[in-house]
């Protein structure tokens, strides 16, 4: 779709006469006006992290201050905040969650989404319409049973009420799928098909490859939700500090060890570099991804 | 599969090995479904059932629930204190909040689709903070807006402005909360700025022949080609609002200040003065804090019934000012 609004500028000129020089001016003064604007916003959407990264380099005192710009640079802040709290403890069960549940929610949401978008069967308009429903409906609805049932099976204290779900079946990952699915032609899996391979071996070699964007997409945003995920751990693994995820431990860091704000930040900074770090390994995956799940929704 | 070929001439067998067929397909259906099935009888048919019952019983995990009928819906229409806050601040917030996000990843998306340079450098530093994860945004937007050394006030003193007490303020709290919520809009952002490249170009060509400026092109070209994705966003930013919770949780516990994680902290919820108790705040203080399962269950039901009619409202009005092209969809 971008190639084809790309190409079009160029073949216009050939066409149109060149614009009168008012018009030339007045579209000018406009895109002046519009950059200053684009530069003005841009400027106030990065002066968050520019003032936590200062923050982050200044000494106790300092943060005690209003001073904007840190004299001297407390790098030692950083390695501070993992002495102060167990981040590492944080990162692996953090890690846990989000590699377990993504690779759980991958397997059992591949399968399912197939099964929707190109196996002809009754009834899956029906399960597509109570995924959709699922999908829209606040997590909070239905919370209270699924947490007497973790509490029943003696697991809540523990991270495995957040991991085990995901191994059957997201709701989003699925619909997203499902969508993806639609766009492969009928003739690829028809050839499989003549040539005997089986529905298993359909899926597992001609349909994820041909789907590699959208499984890449939701795999992406499987792993952000579970690192992000604030409401579930903290719903699970609140009264037991062990099992806490970066998230949870860094809601706590602040008053739990009575800091000033420049080890806070140094924490906050330390909790968002994966997620940054892993948006420049994966730009393209990330853009393709939000922009799937505008379009085709 | 010529053996099988070769018995499918013959009429009986045929239909044996069709209905086999049919047998076998249905098997594959079930083994591919199998793990929603189990999932989403066990994570959500079961528990909206269950939710359901235990509206109408008293249940605190410890003994098993106790029938009080209507008792929970009694007190959460007429005697429960803080359901209207929570209501109202919820609504405050989709009434306001959301609309003002659509709003400015509207406006980003469209002066990014006009940039010539930068575009790139551009649209990371837009999509950026909405990958920051959300607690660690809150607790930068709290340290940003503190009003003791945060550095929006200091410089807001500079140029001789007494700045507002913000998180620590029930009047600005919830504005607070907004502008966290505007700076992370960028998937919102991403996507129209998608939809805004995808209007053809011709559209255009013809409405400036016909005179049309700038604006008018916006508001005649521009915003009704795109209406269907302005829906999408507000419905999800509607629903997004509806279960808002880790934003207002997390800044009221940092901005209240309350000691580690405890009883204590469950009453900081909504700091200050109940101004950012949202609706499913208070579901978790009663259900998880305060163990008041039953009642927990009959306020998810209400939220449920709002989700739904919300969704069903916002789907069926949307014809009369979204602009589908052609048949699609």
């Given at each position: 779709?971008?190639t084809?609004?790309?190409?079009?500028?160029?073949?216009?000129?050939?066409?149109?006469?060149?614009?009168?020089?008012?018009?030339?001016?007045?579209?000018?003064?406009?895109?002046?006006?519009?950059?200053?604007?684009l530069?003005?916003?841009?400027?106030?959407?990065?002066?968050?992290?520019?003032?936590?990264?200062?923050?982050?380099?200044?000494?106790?005192?300092?943060?005690?201050?209003?001073k904007l710009?840190?004299?001297?640079?407390?790098?030692?802040?950083?390695?501070?905040?993992?002495?102060?709290a167990?981040?590492?403890?944080y990162?692996?069960?953090?890690?846990?969650?989000?590699?377990?549940?993504?690779?759980?929610?991958?397997?059992?949401?591949?399968?399912?989404?197939?099964?929707?978008?190109?196996?002809?069967?009754?009834?899956?308009?029906?399960?597509?319409l109570?995924?959709?429903?699922?999908?829209?409906?606040p997590?909070?609805?239905t919370?209270v049973?699924?947490?007497?049932?973790?509490?029943?099976?003696?697991?809540?204290?523990?991270?495995?009420?957040?991991?085990?779900p995901?191994?059957?079946?997201?709701?989003?990952?699925?619909?997203?799928?499902?969508?993806?699915?639609?766009?492969?032609?009928?003739?690829?899996?028809d050839?499989?098909?003549?040539?005997?391979?089986?529905?298993?071996?359909?899926?597992?070699?001609v349909?994820?490859?041909?789907?590699?964007p959208?499984?890449?997409?939701?795999?992406?945003?499987?792993?952000?939700?579970?690192?992000?995920?604030?409401?579930?751990?903290?719903?699970?693994?609140?009264?037991?500090?062990?099992?806490?995820?970066?998230?949870?431990g860094?809601?706590?860091?602040?008053?739990l060890?009575?800091?000033?704000?420049?080890?806070?930040m140094?924490?906050?900074?330390?909790?968002m570099?994966?997620?940054?770090?892993?948006?420049?390994?994966?730009?393209?995956?990330?853009?393709?991804?939000?922009?799937?799940?505008?379009?085709?929704g | 599969?010529?053996?099988?070929?070769?018995?499918?001439?013959?009429?009986?067998?045929?239909?044996?090995a069709?209905?086999?067929?049919?047998?076998?397909?249905?098997?594959?259906v079930?083994?591919?479904m199998?793990?929603?099935?189990?999932?989403?009888?066990?994570?959500?048919?079961?528990?909206?059932v269950?939710?359901?019952?235990?509206?109408?019983?008293?249940?605190?995990?410890?003994?098993?629930?106790?029938?009080?009928?209507?008792?929970?819906?009694?007190?959460?229409?007429?005697?429960?204190?803080?359901?209207?806050?929570a209501?109202?601040?919820?609504?405050?917030?989709?009434?306001i909040?959301?609309?003002?996000?659509?709003?400015f990843?509207?406006?980003?998306?469209?002066?990014?689709?006009r940039?010539?340079?930068?575009?790139?450098?551009?649209?990371?530093?837009?999509?950026?903070p909405?990958?920051?994860?959300?607690?660690?945004?809150?607790?930068?937007?709290v340290?940003?807006?503190?009003?003791?050394?945060?550095?929006v006030?200091?410089?807001?003193?500079?140029?001789?402005?007494?700045g507002?007490?913000?998180?620590?303020?029930?009047?600005?709290?919830?504005?607070?909360l907004?502008?966290?919520?505007?700076?992370?809009?960028?998937?919102?952002?991403?996507?129209?700025?998608?939809?805004?490249?995808?209007v053809?170009?011709?559209?255009?060509?013809?409405?400036?022949?016909?005179?049309?400026?700038?604006?008018?092109?916006?508001?005649?070209?521009?915003?009704?080609?795109?209406?269907p994705?302005?829906?999408?966003?507000?419905?999800?930013?509607?629903?997004?609002?509806?279960?808002?919770?880790?934003?207002?949780?997390?800044?009221?516990?940092?901005?209240?200040g309350?000691?580690?994680?405890?009883?204590?902290?469950?009453?900081?919820?909504g700091?200050?003065?109940?101004?950012?108790?949202?609706?499913?705040?208070?579901l978790?203080?009663?259900?998880?804090?305060?163990?008041?399962?039953?009642?927990?269950?009959?306020?998810?039901?209400?939220l449920?019934?709002?989700?739904?009619?919300?969704?069903?409202?916002?789907?069926r009005?949307s014809?009369?000012?979204?602009?589908?092209?052609?048949?699609?969809?």
């Open positions: 779709m971008s084809s609004t790309q190409a079009a500028p160029v073949a216009a000129p050939l066409v149109r006469r060149r614009p009168p020089a008012a018009v030339r001016r007045r579209r000018f003064l406009i895109a002046v006006a519009n950059h200053s604007l530069i003005a916003t841009a400027v106030i959407f990065i002066a968050p992290f520019i003032f936590i990264v200062l923050t982050s380099l200044m000494t106790s005192q300092q943060a005690l201050s209003p710009w840190p004299d001297p640079f407390a790098w030692h802040n950083f390695t501070d905040v993992f002495s102060k167990p981040m590492w403890r990162a692996f069960n953090t890690l846990l969650y989000a590699g377990l549940g993504t690779l759980g929610l991958l397997v059992s949401s591949i399968p399912v989404a197939y099964a929707l978008a190109r196996l002809r069967w009754r009834g899956a308009n029906v399960v597509f109570i995924t959709l429903i699922a999908m829209m409906l997590p909070q609805v919370i049973p699924v947490y007497v049932l973790w509490a029943k099976l003696h697991l809540v204290g523990t991270i495995w009420p957040l991991v085990f995901n191994w059957l079946g997201d709701a989003f990952s699925i619909f997203l799928l499902r969508q993806f699915f639609l766009t492969i032609p009928e003739e690829y899996l050839a499989a098909r003549v040539d005997g391979c089986g529905e298993l071996r359909i899926l597992t070699t349909v994820c490859r041909l789907a590699k959208a499984i890449a997409a939701v795999a992406l945003f499987s792993f952000l939700f579970c690192f992000n995920d604030f409401f579930g751990p903290l719903l699970y693994t609140g009264e037991n500090s062990s099992h806490w995820t970066l998230s949870v860094l809601s706590q860091f602040r008053s060890y009575q800091v000033q704000w420049n080890l806070t140094a924490a906050t900074l330390i909790v570099a994966p997620v940054i770090l892993l948006f420049f390994l994966a730009q393209r995956a990330f853009v393709e991804g939000v922009t799937l799940t505008g379009v085709k | 599969m010529s053996a099988a070929a070769a018995e499918a001439t013959r009429p009986v067998d045929r239909s044996r069709k209905s086999r067929a049919a047998w076998r397909r249905r098997g594959i079930l083994a591919f199998s793990p929603w099935l189990v999932g989403f009888s066990v994570f959500f048919g079961y528990p909206l269950m939710s359901a019952y235990l509206s109408f019983t008293h249940y605190d995990l410890l003994s098993p629930p106790r029938w009080v009928g209507l008792d929970n819906y009694r007190f959460m229409f007429g005697t429960d204190q803080q359901v209207w806050p209501v109202k601040n919820t609504l405050w917030f989709i009434a909040a959301v609309p003002l996000q659509v709003l990843a509207l406006g980003i998306a469209i002066m990014l689709s940039a010539r340079r930068g575009v790139g450098v551009f649209r990371t530093v837009f999509y950026l909405a990958l920051a994860p959300p607690v660690a945004a809150t607790l930068g937007f340290y940003l807006l503190n009003p003791a050394t945060g550095p006030n200091t410089i807001l003193g500079k140029l001789g402005i007494q507002p007490l913000w998180f620590d303020s029930p009047e600005w709290s919830k504005p607070s907004t502008l966290l919520a505007i700076w992370g809009v960028g998937n919102t952002m991403i996507i129209f700025l998608a939809a805004v490249i995808d053809p170009k011709h559209l255009y060509e013809s409405a400036e022949l016909d005179g049309a400026g700038i604006f008018s092109r916006l508001r005649f070209v521009t915003l009704p080609t795109i209406s994705v302005i829906l999408f966003a507000v419905v999800i930013g509607v629903i997004e609002g509806l279960q808002y919770f880790t934003q207002a949780y997390v800044a009221a516990n940092v901005a209240g309350s000691a580690t994680y405890s009883a204590e902290q469950a009453n900081k919820l700091y200050p003065e109940d101004s950012t108790l949202f609706y499913p705040v208070l978790y203080q009663q259900g998880f804090r305060y163990f008041n399962m039953g009642y927990a269950s009959a306020m998810a039901m209400l449920l019934a709002v989700s739904f009619a919300v969704t069903f409202l916002i789907v009005h014809r009369r000012f979204v602009h589908y092209q052609g048949a699609a969809r």
